[in-house]
């Protein structure tokens, strides 16, 4: 059980540098952000958008 843990540590740590140094580097940016945050919402979120719910994030 506690082998799982670990390894899902692990991968988070390796996952979170990974996008620092994508960041970093120029890879990931804040409009690219805004983006995929915008998309996640609205498959999230899908039926708020028929009520007219804007789910665009502005910077």
Same mark, same amino acid.
């Given at each position: 059980?506690?082998?799982?843990?670990?390894?899902?540590?692990?991968?988070?740590?390796?996952?979170?540098?990974?996008?620092?140094?994508?960041?970093?580097?120029?890879?990931?940016?804040?409009?690219?952000?805004?983006?995929?945050?915008?998309?996640?919402?609205?498959?999230? &979120?899908?039926?708020?958008?028929? &009520?007219?719910?804007? &789910?665009?994030?502005?910077?």
């Amino acid at each position: 059980m506690s082998g799982k843990w670990v390894t899902r540590v692990i991968i988070l740590i390796y996952l979170v540098i990974g996008v620092f140094i994508a960041w970093d580097h120029g890879y990931l940016t804040l409009s690219w952000l805004r983006t995929v945050a915008s998309a996640l919402l609205a498959i999230l &979120l899908w039926w708020l958008i028929p &009520l007219g719910v804007n &789910l665009h994030i502005h910077g």
